[in-house]
Nanobody
Framework: QVQLVESGGGLVQAGDSLRLSCAAS????????MGWFRQAPGKEREFVAAISKSGSNTVYADSVKGRFTISRDNDKNAVSLQMNSLKPEDTAVYYC??????????????????????WGQGTQVTVSS
């Protein structure tokens, strides 16, 4: 399993930006599709963004499309989530996740939490109005 550690969360005001990072270790990072999920108090974990293992394909939840950008650097074993124009409803614990893919799945993105093999511990993002 790959080990994941998120960082970059914090308390910001509505309209501000944050950049979350997720550092991976333990396995060949470029073999993994990556995703970001979030969970607000009293709510289920929800999909935010995902990127294929090649980095060529990305997908976003409708709620963050146009505001958030997922990217990865396979040389640095890291995936990032740039969050702009933050809203109070973006407040949640944000998790990165990894799913091991086979050789033919270079461009596959994964949006369902149950499909992921490894999870980080999460980082809190709080957006005040």
């Amino acid at each position: 399993q790959v080990q994941l550690v998120e960082s970059g969360g914090g308390l910001v005001q509505a309209g501000d930006s944050l950049r979350l990072s997720c550092a991976a270790s333990g396995r060949t990072f470029s073999n993994y599709a990556m995703g970001w999920f979030r969970q607000a108090p009293g709510k289920e974990r929800e999909f935010v963004a995902a990127i294929s293992k090649s980095g060529s394909n990305t997908v976003y939840a409708d709620s963050v499309k146009g505001r958030f950008t997922i990217s990865r650097d396979n040389d640095k074993n890291a995936v990032s989530l740039q969050m702009n124009s933050l809203k109070p409803e973006d407040t949640a614990v944000y998790y990165c996740a990894a799913k091991l893919m086979n050789l033919l799945q270079r461009m596959v993105v994964v949006t369902t939490p149950a499909s992921y093999n490894s999870w980080g511990q999460g980082t809190q993002v709080t957006v005040s109005s």
